[in-house]
């Protein structure tokens, strides 16, 4: 986490009370690709972050409104005698109130619930201790209940003034059924029941107590605090001295309405519900492209700064174009420059650190058979990155390269990224390969790894890749590609191309049929114009072509795993999947069952064939596909780095893939847990010692390298959703069908079929009838002698899961997108009389 400066004026201009002067480094470092800099503070000219030692103002005599932390040794023994556990705390992003752990019994029981002030001042992803609560105080399971409820009692039930399948904020404990029905403590199933704590001392704070947002003034012209009202619903509210204020805000607040905060908070007192903080800086103004990008970048501390002399000073070269592949590389490495060896890559990629090649052989298995060798060349960023330098040392801390819509935050500086490492057509360069084997069928029979030289011969997108997959028996010609070197022709090209995806056919086919499962969730893709703003926007399609490229990386990881393993068992980098957390998929099963679709949740081979069976291209499936997938994306946990150190066998396991070892080697030029593999291969290998680091290091490179690749990951999303709101606010309102994914009595969420993103409409204004045991809300619609003929009177539509709606997307403040839902009209009234079911049952076309 880089140091935040104080603003430094370096462009001078018309001083104006209302505007920021001048220009300041970004609050994680540095200016970030070609965007325009940040502007500095309001405040003429001058610092407004208070140096003065912090002082909140306190009470005498104040009231407890959180509860005071235990101390490490009381909460060692609740955990000893299971009273408590240890978690991390996931906060609800609709409802702040609302927070949510792992259960400590496991994944078979539902998560604990912790609720309002419970919550104790923890924040997202800490790692806390709570407190389990009386049983009396656990929430009723209410699908679970009303279903025990039926089967085991005859009288009717009394249901109270609250139920916990709404929105309201009052929840159904046992403790009412106790008093309404009579019921037993220990007589009700613990799974009818969601188990409720309070958090009693946060063990390690992860997050980072940083935030971007607005200030407002207090109602109590008297207090002597601001207050920073975070974009972010899950950062408390922060209060902020007036003298780290700009004076002018007083007097003219509205004025300072779109300005855009950085706060830090620096204490959360237990007997406030405002945190205590100080300003950072200020980014600019809110809804700006580059405003909102650093917004994203600060809350996520994702550093951005240019690399230090001494990180530069750290590599064995001084410029890119004095530097040559050293004549002592050539003795010992496997020379594949006659081989036609190729990248395929996005279009606008510029760190190429994967390449292919793929030749016939005559003997594949040292017995005469014929097949093909393949080999795949990762660039050799180890033989640039020494362990220890002060480069290394950036790249660990950064963890990994940062895709945002518009930019790319990279992990290592340009000279390696782009230049030394990249693997660019028609220059040499230095690789790590794995070299496969295999016969005609696929089946692996022999595996290379070894250090290497190649020397690529076009830079292929996968656009190209894809229309020689498309078009294989068309001749291309030179003026249809990019440059091709070594006076290669594009039918050599192509027939390489061809070969490779053959094989990964072969290859997928096989993986599927083992079990590996993939669940595709929409990414979106922007047209930018030449300042960096979207034009428009569509799905990202995953093609043959992009497939081809994963099979090979996902072979080369898991032959290196297995090769490390073997070679460093106290110390190998790996990646594990645990499975889904098992009473989320069968709640996730238990949907899908009543939408229509049957799936089978045992195994990731069984949650794949029934995903298979939905793979088809109309708009129908397209619909379905994405209802599933948003169910069984759920209950999945996250991929994750580990070091082997006393770790037993089955926690290597790949849920994902079913393989039993699987490592990160094909990315070491953007992650680099990739970069501490290829060390680890090289020692295994005998090219290089064995590094020093020892266990508890590995491990602690893990957890931050979790950290990062989480953070940088938010961050991406954060800015596709920052992109389709300037979208969207650029073209004005859009209607757009959309598939209901759950209801509630207020509101109900639909995921865009066009552009897969998730709103939520709210229809608190409108007559409605929630149908609780149907899961269905019946909108009530009003006479309208404007609407269409036959469409005039009064009519209701019900809304239920898997139902079709036609929704409006509207631009509202700033970047900011809403959905709401417009009067049916007749053809999409009879949309909603079907679900996704009854239309795939009948074959119905209606949505194409």
């Known amino acids: 986490m880089s140091k935040v400066e104080d603003p430094v004026t370096i462009v001078q201009e018309t001083p104006s009370p209302l505007k920021p002067v001048g220009f300041t480094p970004t609050a994680t470092g540095g200016k970030f690709g070609a965007a325009s800099a940040i502007k500095s503070t309001p405040k003429k000219q001058q610092p407004y972050i208070n140096k003065t030692q912090y002082s909140p103002q306190v009470n005498k005599n104040p009231r407890k409104i959180f509860a005071e932390y235990i101390s490490k040794e009381d909460s060692d023994a609740g955990i000893k005698d299971s009273s408590m556990f240890r978690g991390v705390l996931r906060i609800n992003p609709k409802n702040y109130q609302e927070c949510f752990l792992d259960h400590p019994k496991g994944s078979s029981y539902p998560d604990v619930l912790v609720l309002g002030q419970d919550r104790n001042r923890a924040m997202q992803g800490d790692v806390v201790i709570v407190k389990l609560k009386p049983k009396e105080e656990w929430l009723v399971n209410y699908v679970e209940y009303v279903k025990w409820w039926g089967q085991n009692k005859t009288e009717t039930r009394n249901l109270g003034k609250t139920d916990n399948n709404t929105n309201k904020s009052e929840k159904r404990c046992l403790r009412d059924e106790i008093n309404d029905n009579g019921v037993g403590v220990d007589e009700v199933p613990e799974k009818c029941l969601i188990t ?4 009693v001392r946060i063990d390690e704070k992860k997050h980072f107590r940083v935030a971007a947002g607005k200030l407002q003034l207090m109602p109590n012209a008297a207090n002597p605090n601001v207050l920073f009202v975070a974009t972010d619903s899950k950062v408390p509210r922060i209060l902020i001295p007036k003298s780290e204020v700009d004076q002018e805000f007083f007097s003219r607040p509205k004025d300072f309405e779109r300005f855009l905060y950085t706060a830090q908070i620096l204490d959360w007192r237990a007997e406030s519900i405002y945190a205590d903080g100080r300003l950072i800086k200020l980014l600019g103004m809110s809804g700006e492209i580059e405003t909102e990008t650093e917004k994203i970048l600060f809350e996520h501390q994702i550093d951005h700064s240019d690399f230090s002399d001494e990180c530069i000073a750290s590599l064995p070269l001084t410029t890119a174009e004095a530097w040559k592949i050293p004549d002592s590389e050539f003795n010992y490495r496997r020379d594949f420059r006659d081989d036609i060896v190729f990248t395929i890559d996005p279009k606008t990629a510029r760190d190429l650190d994967d390449a292919l090649h793929a030749k016939h052989i005559d003997d594949c298995d040292g017995k005469g058979t014929p097949g093909i060798e393949v080999g795949v060349h990762i660039a050799d960023v180890s033989y640039f990155l020494k362990e220890g330098t002060e480069l290394d040392k950036w790249a660990s801390q950064r963890g990994n390269s940062t895709y945002l819509s518009q930019i790319v935050i990279p992990m290592l500086p340009r000279i390696l990224c782009e230049q030394l490492c990249s693997l660019n057509s028609g220059v040499d360069r230095l690789a790590f390969s794995t070299v496969f084997k295999m016969n005609y069928e696929a089946e692996l029979k022999d595996v290379w790894f070894g250090r290497t030289i190649i020397r690529s011969r076009v830079k292929l997108a996968y656009e190209h890749a894809q229309d020689f997959i498309e078009n294989p028996e068309k001749d291309f010609t030179v003026e249809e590609l990019p440059e091709i070197s070594d006076g290669n022709t594009p039918s050599e090209i192509k027939e390489k191309t061809l070969m490779l995806h053959r094989i990964a056919q072969l290859l997928r086919q096989k993986r599927e049929d083992s079990g590996a499962l993939r669940i595709e969730l929409p990414k979106l893709k922007f047209v930018m114009d030449e300042d960096k703003r979207p034009q428009g926007v569509s799905i990202y399609e995953v093609k043959d072509s992009n497939k081809l490229v994963e099979e090979f990386m996902l072979l080369a990881n898991m032959e290196v795993a297995k090769k490390i393993a073997t070679h460093f068992p106290d110390t190998a980098l790996l990646r594990n999947h645990p499975p889904p957390k098992a009473k989320m998929i069968e709640d996730a099963v238990e949907q899908c069952k009543r939408i229509g679709f049957q799936l089978d949740g045992k195994s990731s081979a069984m949650i794949s064939t029934s995903l298979r069976k939905y793979q088809g291209k109309s708009r129908l499936d397209m619909c379905i596909r994405q209802v599933i997938s948003s169910l069984t994306i759920k209950p999945m946990q996250q991929a994750k780095y580990f070091c082997t150190h006393e770790e037993k066998l089955e926690f290597y396991h790949h849920y994902a893939l079913n393989v039993d070892h699987y490592t990160h080697f094909t990315s070491p030029i953007r992650r680099y847990p990739d970069v501490i593999v290829h060390r680890q291969l090289a020692a295994s290998l005998g090219y290089d010692e064995k590094s020093e680091r020892k266990p508890e290091e590995i491990k602690n490179i893990c957890i931050r390298c979790n950290d990062t690749k989480q953070a940088s990951k938010e961050a991406s999303e954060e800015s596709a959703m920052l992109y389709f709101g300037v979208f969207i606010h650029s073209t004005g309102k859009m209607n757009c069908q959309a598939v209901v994914l759950g209801v509630m009595d207020l509101s109900f969420d639909v995921l865009i079929v066009d552009y897969g993103v998730v709103k939520r409409v709210y229809v608190d204004k409108m007559k409605r009838e929630y149908v609780k045991q149907d899961e269905q809300l019946v909108l009530y619609w009003p006479a309208d002698p404007n609407a269409e ?40 009234r009879k949309i909603l009389k079907s679900t996704l079911k009854d239309m795939k049952s009948t074959g119905s076309t209606i949505l194409e």
């Open 789 to 828: 003929n036959g469409n005039q009177e009064e009519f209701s539509t019900p809304i239920q899961m898997c139902s079709v709606v036609t929704v409006l997307l509207m631009p509202v403040k700033e970047v900011e997108v809403s959905a709401i839902i417009l009067r049916p009209t007749l053809d999409q």
């Open 196 to 199: 409720v704590g309070a958090i």
